[in-house]
């Protein structure tokens, strides 16, 4: 094979960008090289094609093909000096996209042509056609008049496809979404057009369907993509969350029709994971809500937290039952909206970003709380939540050195919650941030123990203080037909133990649930019927009752 393929310098530029593709041809026997990436995309069968110029042909586009025959034929017979020229070539979906394909003839040293060597770069990308699918973009959805037709809309998102990024890297994320794209496209009925909407979200325009038969492909759809095959053999299992609306009756411009796909994808994610929700009048008073509480809780920050509240709930001793800490809860009343609750409100602040301000005004809440009681309530231990997201923020650890500093608290009297295990997706480098904060004395907890797979996933790379035991298998454990609860509360201590770390019973709700967690082995007991979270006023009282306790049974051992 000629050494004009086997050339460092042509691997060298093929990888350089993932719309350019580059191309060299050996005149003599007209065998050319192409880059892997056109190969990929056009779908050639091989890096080496012999007689390019017919391959190609079978990809232009009809309306183009005189105009790159002409120009090429040209070329070659030396009439002209450079090939240049602008058509539109079939990729891998059996889209067109525009190319532009320029290239040069070496001679050799009698004049005769040796080598065509040149670059095909993929134009209009921006707007028409998106670089790593192939797919329209969002920008031709002008061109499809839909408003005059009948039909079903979808839009597709792949859930958690941050943490799936977080924990394959990019390029995997990108070969993801390729293989998920291409699968949906193969579905489709050749009358339906597909857009890569953004990131890892897919419109579907299904012209000529009803709501039923869209249901029926979403559900297809789910089933060939729940796990995606990579190239090196790996499997990665997924799942997709839809919206849906019908067009012309719900949505009779294109505005409304993705603001409409994306409430209802929204709301899919948020309440029901792998499902598809088609838009309702609910989906709009909930995304209405949403948005004034966004804008209530920024102005809220704004004015100096305004509104923000920490409530306490205190961790109890299972022998002595006397308060040995407490538990730190955000509450919130905004100007507009006056009832919502922290698992509403803080998933707000998380979508948006607000957590960070308001999470540093808690940590710093907390601390200073601990060190006003610290004198009075000798080794209270005042714990606070953190999420991933928080706890990734690159200002974490030195805010965290400020205010402990600036409040002086010893570290030991401190616990922080990591809430949402099941969102970590780099567990390594919670570890040695982890790792880092216990050396400096802090305490760390393990929330909502046993609800994830992922909590236990965590556990092999995470070195804790404590575990929290979720409240779901606690607050019934006195009802009848709860054995279960009561094995799996068992041997979650019996891990805790095998573990070296303690465990905190939450969701003791009642005495009988009291007495029964009582006979088990838990370090420490939280929970309604010791009381329900409370202002720092009605918490000082408890406070200070709880001392009058320990006071008194200090007088009885006497
Ligand atoms: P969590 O950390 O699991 O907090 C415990 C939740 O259980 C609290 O709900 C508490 O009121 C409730 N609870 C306590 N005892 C019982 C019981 O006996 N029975 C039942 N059914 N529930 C009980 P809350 O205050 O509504 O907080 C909900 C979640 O919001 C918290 O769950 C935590 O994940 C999050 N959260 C609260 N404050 C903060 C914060 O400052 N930062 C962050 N990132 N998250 C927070
Ligand atoms: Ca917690």
Redesign the pocket.
């Given at each position: 094979m000629s050494d004009i393929f086997n050339n460092e310098i042509f691997e060298a530029f093929a990888g350089a960008a993932d719309n350019v593709y580059i191309y060299v041809c050996d005149m003599a026997t007209d065998i050319s090289r192409w880059s892997r990436s056109a190969v990929d995309y056009f779908a050639l069968e091989d890096e080496y094609i012999s007689n390019a110029a017919t391959v190609w042909a079978e990809r232009i586009h009809p309306d183009d093909i005189d105009l790159y025959t002409d120009d090429i034929t040209k070329v070659f017979a030396g009439t002209k000096k450079t090939h240049d020229c602008q058509y539109r070539a079939k990729n891998y979906l059996g889209e067109y996209v525009w190319v532009e394909c320029k290239g040069s003839v070496i001679r050799d040293n009698n004049g005769n042509p040796k080598i065509f060597a040149g670059l095909m770069t993929r134009i209009d990308g921006q707007s028409k056609y998106d670089n790593l699918t192939g797919l329209l973009t969002t920008q031709s959805l002008r061109d499809f008049d839909f408003t005059s037709q009948t039909g079903a809309a979808l839009l597709f998102g792949i859930d958690g496809f941050r943490k799936v990024m977080g924990h394959y890297g990019y390029n995997t994320g990108d070969e993801i979404l390729v293989v998920f794209a291409k699968k949906i496209k193969s579905m489709c009925k050749p009358n339906w057009k597909l857009f890569r909407f953004s990131g890892d979200e897919f419109l579907l325009l299904a012209f000529s369907e009803n709501r039923k038969n869209i249901c029926d492909f979403y559900k297809k759809v789910c089933q060939e993509t729940d796990v995606i095959e990579l190239k090196d053999g790996r499997k990665v299992g997924i799942s997709a969350s839809a919206g849906g609306v019908c067009f012309p009756e719900d949505a009779d411009t294109r505005e409304v029709l993705i603001n409409k796909l994306e409430h209802s994808l929204e709301y899919a994610k948020n309440t029901d994971r792998g499902t598809l929700v088609f838009f309702s009048e609910e989906i709009a008073r909930k995304h209405e809500r949403g948005e004034i509480l966004r804008e209530d809780l920024k102005h809220c920050i704004k004015n100096d937290f305004q509104g923000f509240e920490l409530y306490y709930q205190p961790l109890i001793h299972p022998e002595k039952q006397t308060i040995v800490g407490c538990?730190c809860?955000l509450r919130w009343q905004g100007e507009k909206i006056k009832d919502s609750y922290p698992i509403e409100f803080i998933k707000v602040l998380e979508d948006y970003g607000g957590i960070r301000e308001v999470g540093y005004w808690v940590m710093e809440q907390a601390i200073k709380r601990q060190v006003e009681w610290r004198d009075t309530y000798k080794n209270l231990w005042v714990?606070f939540?953190v999420s991933y997201q928080q706890f990734m923020d690159d200002a974490f650890e030195e805010r965290l050195d400020l205010y402990a500093k600036k409040y002086n608290v010893r570290p030991e009297d401190m616990i922080i919650?990591l809430?949402e295990s099941c969102a970590v997706s780099n567990p390594k480098e919670l570890a040695s941030m982890f790792n880092r904060l216990r050396r400096r004395g802090f305490k760390i907890?393990l929330?909502?123990f046993g609800t994830a797979y992922a909590s236990l996933e965590m556990l092999k790379s995470l070195q804790v203080d404590y575990i929290?035991i979720e409240h779901s298998f606690v607050r019934e454990l006195a009802e009848p037909g709860h054995d279960i609860d009561f094995v799996i509360i068992d041997n979650l201590l019996e891990l805790c133990r095998h573990l070296g770390c303690q465990s905190i019973v939450?969701g003791v709700e009642n005495s009988q649930v009291a007495d029964i967690v009582g006979t088990m082995d838990a370090n420490l007991l939280q929970g309604y019927y010791y009381s329900r979270p409370v202002c720092l006023e009605d918490f000082e009282k408890l406070l200070a009752a709880d001392q009058e306790t320990k006071e008194a049974n200090t007088k009885d051992v006497k």
């Open positions: 538990e809860l714990s939540n919650e809430t907890a929330d909502d929290k939450e």
